[in-house]
């Protein structure tokens, strides 16, 4: 894994990618990795640095690669001691759950170690966000699209009330015409029964199953691809025919462009604010 960090040097402003992490290498690079790579690109100004929020996988990276990765605040000390004036901090998650929470519970902690301090949006935050998603997955799956084909989108879901996004999408999917597109989930609501049902009440011959997650690590490779007890055997033992797409979020041009929206929102509102 091509871990990106603070570098020990000098810089005034600074652009910190946070993300819960993956110990998946090749996944790392073809989707955490390349959102970095298209901020890096879009603001050359700015130094980029990498956090994870999950300390599980920073330690098993460190362990098994003997690569270091910051947590956030690890992150934000070496920030501040680097000299860092101007900070934007830029979650790869996908709502305002826990773990984009935790990004602002820890920013706050450290909100006077700098001159100007901003924090970017997850991937789903305002209407257009949701409407710019649907047309990205109805995108990426067009070339399978036929009516006897359902398309059943895999999300992480949280006890948290940021759960209704999945809610919200497959609003916004129905919305556009797309009846034969499902939100589901591995932790919370909705669930796959809720898809089982979804589906044979459509009466649809085959599925089409992609992780709605930035990276196609554990839960896209064993709950949803895995050959025992995923989704993917579920829907098989319901006489579908399945095809699994393991590509995640992160991989995607058009998912890079939100985030780096995102950034400029936040940077508007930090000039905004001076």
């Known amino acids: 894994m091509e871990a990106m960090k603070h570098q020990n040097k000098t810089q005034e402003q600074e652009m910190l990618a946070v993300s819960f992490g993956t110990s998946y290498k090749e996944n790392c690079r073809r989707t955490i990795g390349a959102i970095e790579g298209a901020l890096k690109e879009s603001f050359p100004e700015w130094t980029l640095a ?23 605040e690890e992150a934000f000390h070496r920030a501040k001691e680097n000299g860092v004036k101007r900070l934007i901090v830029q979650p790869t998650l996908i709502m305002d759950g826990i773990e984009y929470q935790k990004v602002l519970t820890e920013a706050e902690k450290h909100r006077t170690d700098f001159h100007q301090l901003a924090i970017g949006k997850p991937l789903l935050s305002e209407e257009e966000d949701f409407h710019c998603l649907a047309g990205i997955l109805t995108e990426e799956t067009k070339r399978y699209e036929d009516k006897n084909t359902a398309f059943c989108f895999m999300g992480h879901g949280t006890q948290a009330q940021a759960n209704q996004v999945y809610e919200r999408l497959q609003k916004k999917l129905w919305e556009k015409g797309y009846a034969n597109y499902f939100i589901g989930t591995v932790e919370a609501e909705p669930d796959l029964p809720y898809l089982l049902e979804k589906v044979k009440a459509g009466s649809y011959a085959r599925v089409v199953l992609m992780p709605l997650m930035i990276v196609a690590g554990d839960h896209a490779s064993n709950d949803m691809a895995g050959e025992k007890d995923s989704w993917k055997t579920e829907f098989e033992s319901q006489g579908c025919e399945v095809t699994c797409l393991m590509r995640g979020l992160g991989e995607l041009p058009q998912i890079h462009q939100m985030f780096i929206n995102h950034v400029k929102e936040a940077m508007k509102i930090r000039n905004d604010t001076q």
């Open 50 to 72: 990498r956090a994870f929020t999950s300390q599980r996988i920073i330690n098993h990276i460190k362990k098994r690669d003997d690569v270091s990765i910051d947590n956030m």
